[in-house]
């Protein structure tokens, strides 16, 4: 196993479809014991609050480059592609996760 | 049949907010086929919720009151109404009695208008509906009758998926939004009046051709976009009003204060929204089933627009122009706290509908602004007495609030409709 992986989720106000999209981010991974600890913010704020994280996951549109891999999050909201963005989701962690620094 | 009602209405309300609705949210839950554990989990979850932003609106409105108190007394300022944000405003909608039947309503209307095919919106944001929520409780205040307030709710929610199914086109194609519409309850009533500024600004020579670029601001700027920057900044700005620059510690101690407020007040309202997520994925399989055959829009929060440079521009910029408005707009009485951290969605429309142009966004940033202040001033003491019914601990003598994404013409309309009855 490896370390703990950072995943900041944004939407526009860090309160509604964030806090949507990282209940159904944090059931997906636990259920695979995948090593992930979540974190939620406005896009306005997410500038502010990117140090120690290692992945983006935005409901909204992230404007800005900060060498992050940035996940677009809509599809846990219409359900349509949802079960393949959590794949992917998941696959980039557990690859981050097991990098040797 | 009105009596029982009635009896069975104060029957239940008597109960308190924060026992009737994690119950109801519990059988809803259930009723749209959610487990168990899930659906328990939900109705606690809002209970605990309720109990939060109970201490937190006691924490925001102690902290600023007094000192919005001395700045009217001092300055002759007349902004004695709170804004505490929508986050507040929306929990405070969803804890009263009509916010509890809200959901059902909403949904109903929206079943209603898919099988007549007077809509294609299906909507799933269930959160946003406490917008239907706050215009049924304002015209339950002012009726004095449950069914009329959640007939105008019903009416919100209907406006909201016809909005959203002529405004869905343009929001796919510009936000590359496949299969979305917008039928967020607040954002839908701003449509009118951006069409209304771009209308007038096209027929303006030279102003017409005006098309700022936003670059550099959020770069600039963008520390603003931080609650606690931001709360903090108010906080000095504020307590300088109050004239505690005599008291250096008293002035820096409520700066961190408001900054603090600002800061936690969305990790509790995140608590509700955990709550609404188990309702809303069971509603929305739920509706899925039964009416998934056909081609339709998910209808979204208005949040996912809100990541536009052009918007997250126009969020920033308009925190100072909206306090400098405040003051200087005729009859208004409200002063803007809460939600000058979410300003961006009061324009989050404007760029899809003005092809991207920040100039645009603050123009009309201004009109929807001033018109929301004069429709919150309006409303007056509603959202007070609404917390109150709903048993918040609201001090005596402390300032009215109000929250500016509750300023909705749609409302408005419904609630003078109401008063006539």
Known sequence: MGRTVKLMVACGSGIATSTHAASMVQEYMEERHIPVSIMTCSVQDLANRLSGCDVILSTAQVSFESGLPVFNGVPLLTGVGDDELLKELADKILEISNTVV | ?421
């Open chain 2, 1 to 421: 049949m009105v009596d029982v009602i009635t009896k069975v209405t104060s029957a239940l309300t008597s109960l308190g907010a924060s026992v009737l609705i994690p119950i109801f949210i519990f059988i809803m839950c259930m009723v749209f086929g959610a487990k168990f554990k899930k659906s328990l989990m939900a109705g606690l979850t809002f209970g605990a919720a309720y109990i939060g932003l109970n201490l937190i609106i006691g924490l925001l409105i102690s902290t600023v009151s007094p000192m919005v108190d001395i700045m009217v007394e001092n300055w002759g300022i007349k902004n004695d109404i709170l804004d505490v944000g929508w986050a507040v405003g929306s929990a405070i909608a969803y804890s009263t009695t009509c916010g509890a039947l809200i959901i059902l309503v909403s949904l109903g209307v929206n079943i209603l208008m898919l099988s007549t095919r007077l809509t294609k919106t299906l909507n799933v944001d269930i959160w946003n509906f406490w917008n239907h929520a706050f215009t049924a409780s304002v015209v339950y205040i002012i009726s004095g009758n449950l069914i009329i307030g959640l007939i105008a709710g019903g009416i919100h929610a209907a406006f909201c998926l016809v909005m959203a199914d002529r405004t869905a086109k343009r929001v796919q194609a510009f936000y590359n939004v496949p299969g979305v519409s917008i039928p967020h309850g607040w954002a839908v009533t701003s449509v009118p009046i951006i069409a209304g500024v771009n209308w007038l600004l096209d027929r303006i020579p030279g102003v017409k051709n005006i098309n700022w670029d936003e670059k550099h601001i959020q770069e600039k700027w963008g520390i603003f976009g931080s609650p606690l920057v931001l709360g903090t900044v108010l906080g000095l700005i504020l307590g300088c009003l109050a004239g505690y620059w005599s008291d250096i510690p008293l002035l820096l101690s409520s700066a961190i204060s408001i900054g603090a407020v600002m800061m936690i007040i969305p990790k509790f309202i995140a608590l509700f929204m955990e709550s609404l997520t188990v309702v809303s994925d069971a509603a929305k399989k739920f509706m899925k089933k039964h009416f998934g055959d056909r081609e339709f829009y998910v209808g979204l929060d208005s949040a996912i627009l809100i990541g536009h440079p052009t918007t997250v521009a126009a969020g920033i910029i308009l925190i100072p122009v909206v306090l400098v408005l405040a003051v200087i707009l005729p009859g208004n009485r409200v002063l803007p706290f809460g939600d000058l951290a979410s300003l961006a969605y009061f324009v989050a429309l404007v760029p899809c509908l003005s092809k991207g142009n920040l100039f645009r966004s603050l123009i009309c940033g201004i009109v929807i602004m001033s018109v929301v202040m004069l429709i919150c001033t309006s409303f007056g003491s509603s959202m007070t007495t609404m917390a109150v019914q709903a048993g918040y601990t609201i001090p005596d003598g402390a300032v009215n609030i109000t929250a500016l994404s509750a300023g909705n013409w749609l409302t408005w309309i419904l609630s003078k409709i109401a008063a006539i009855f």
